[in-house]
């Protein structure tokens, strides 16, 4: 009777564990797909998601204790780590390119405040007339 507890308890974990991953599955493909297309997104919606179903994820492979998981959650998980390393790279591509365009905005806006007051050139200048 125990044994038929357990076996139910890890059965049901095993479901959750598949329907969370394939919830954390559609975030990460949704996410890596807008920004590919270059579409508006919400990074704090996406980061939350992403950060509630890992953390539930976790919890529930922590759930089945000393017992392993099946080839196919095994699988899943791969999966599941192939994708977020892909978003991973797509992320890490925008993110170079905020920080690229931020560069030259802020040096665009510096070259226009600067008057030469300081310059070194404009004071060697004058002294040598």
Known sequence: MIANVINERGMATRSSIGKILQRVEKLVDRETAALRSRAPIDYKEFNNGKSQALLELNLAIRSLGAKTLDAELIERLKILRGKLETNRVVLRMHLDAVREIANVVSETI????????????????????
Do not use: I, K
């Open 110 to 129: 510096q070259d226009s405040e600067w008057d030469g007051t300081y310059s070194q050139y404009v004071g060697s200048a004058s002294l040598a007339r």
